[in-house]
């Protein structure tokens, strides 16, 4: 059977459509990914406490979608784990305007990015955050506590600081990230400990330091996600990244890796929709071992 020019333009038309809204599906309906995190290390007095995690936003305005969703979490904290701006098209107004309504949920905890320490703008960024009363932790340890027990949240900032910084050869991330896991550990009185990092691919760092529980980002999910294979590439690890999302589990040490929620460079995601991440603690007899489930 002979198709005609007619149908052909039909055919493309109907195909462009589609594609478009796959793309704006993917880029735009938020998914809720809940862990569950078990540990004989957790207090009692930390069961069920859940952290909601927001990472790379990069300005994105989800007009509220992304506060219900928090909401609905019930949230003890939200912690930021960087790149809440974008430095090539940074709107401080974007982000400070989404905080001013997720602080009203629960407290804010917050780490630097990439995305902010190669900002002019991250000074203002700053200022406009702790006027909303957000925890700013870069380089800096501080005491959860609950039901008269206590746990250690700790931020690094992001490696990207050390353009400022004469003591650490540019690329060395792994020396300056050791060396601020250190002095934080000095202040440390807690047995247990998380870490609010943007980088995943130093996860072998944050394991050498016994830390606990990380959050992390960095990755946005490899980008485009292939099914049954992962992400296709991550800043920092390269083509078919190791860590782009989940729970990674290695001795003593768990890291959980957020897809993100915005974009960068790459201004689309494929089978990787933008992710809200809630994690639920629950201690557990020893004997048990650690880790986590979903």
Do not use: C
């Amino acid at each position: 059977m002979k198709v005609g020019p007619k149908t052909i333009k039909t055919i493309l038309a109907l195909a462009f459509i589609g594609i478009t809204v796959f793309f704006i599906y993917q880029n735009n309906a938020l998914v809720v990914t809940n862990y569950n995190y078990k540990n004989p290390k957790l207090p009692e007095g930390f069961h069920g406490y859940r952290i909601a995690q927001v990472s790379d936003l990069h300005n994105k305005n989800f007009h509220g979608r992304l506060t219900e969703k928090i909401k609905a979490a019930k949230p003890d904290i939200v912690v930021i784990t960087g790149d809440l701006i974008d430095s090539r098209n940074t709107k401080i107004d974007t982000a400070t305007d989404f905080v001013q309504e997720a602080v009203k949920i629960a407290p804010i905890y917050y780490v630097s990015g990439n995305h902010e320490q190669s900002s002019d703008k991250y000074d203002l960024l700053k200022g406009e955050l702790e006027k909303l009363n957000v925890q700013i932790i870069d380089n800096y340890y501080m005491v959860l506590s609950r039901n008269g027990d206590k746990i250690g949240l700790m931020g690094v900032a992001d490696p990207a600081i050390k353009q400022n910084e004469k003591s650490y050869p540019w690329l060395d991330s792994n020396r300056y990230i050791e060396n601020n896991l250190e002095k934080l550990f000095n202040h440390a009185n807690t047995d247990f400990n998380i870490l609010l990092s943007h980088r995943p691919e130093q996860f072998g760092v944050y394991k050498d330091m016994n830390v606990d529980l990380v959050f992390s980002g960095h990755a946005h999910g490899g980008q485009i996600r292939i099914p049954f294979i992962g992400g296709m590439f991550a800043p920092g690890q390269g083509l078919f990244p190791k860590y782009t999302n989940g729970i990674h589990r290695d001795g003593g040490t768990s890291m959980v890796v957020s897809r993100g929620l915005g974009n960068s460079v790459f201004p689309f995601r494929i089978f990787n929709r933008p992710e809200l991440v809630v994690v639920t603690f629950y201690p557990t007899p020893s004997k048990q071992g650690d880790g986590s489930s979903v």
